[in-house]
């Protein structure tokens, strides 16, 4: 892509996964483009299974907050985190929470 952004990539190796892994991978893709176009939602823009290496790549957004440091940097700094971050964080979660359950799915590993 030449557009100049940042994208995060996830390659694994299916060389050596059982086929559950396999088939958990490949719904993953799956899902993700069922709520693709959410602003909440990390937007899958491509993905490659190359069937004869046993690779498969997603090409999806970089997420530009990673709340597990921001919170833990803010339980350092304040031992918990403050109100009004706590309240912005988890309503941006819930509007996350909603698209995925409109799209007919439900989400088994919501972490901060």
Same mark, same amino acid.
């Not at 892509?1 to 993953?28: C, F, G, P, Q, R």
């Given at each position: 892509?030449? #557009? ?13 996964? #059982?086929i ?5 991978? @490949?719904?993953?893709?799956d +899902?993700?483009?069922? &709520? ?7 937007? $899958?823009? #491509?993905?490659? $299974? ?14 530009s907050?990673?709340?597990?440091? +921001? ?10 985190v ?14 996350? &929470?909603?698209? &995925?359950?409109?799209?007919? +799915?439900i989400?088994s #590993? @919501?972490?901060p």
């Amino acid at each position: 892509m030449s #557009d100049h952004k940042s994208y995060a990539v996830k390659k694994t190796n299916l060389a050596n996964l #059982d086929i559950e892994s396999v088939k958990a991978l @490949i719904n993953e893709v799956d +899902l993700m483009k069922k &709520v693709k176009n959410h602003e909440r939602c990390i937007q $899958l823009y #491509d993905y490659e $299974l190359d069937k004869g290496r046993k690779i498969l790549q997603i090409v999806m957004e970089l997420g530009s907050t990673d709340l597990n440091k +921001l919170f833990k940097a803010e339980i350092q700094k304040h031992s918990c985190v403050p109100e009004p971050d706590r309240s912005f964080y988890w309503k941006k979660m819930l509007l996350a &929470v909603q698209a &995925v359950h409109r799209a007919g +799915l439900i989400h088994s #590993d @919501i972490k901060p």
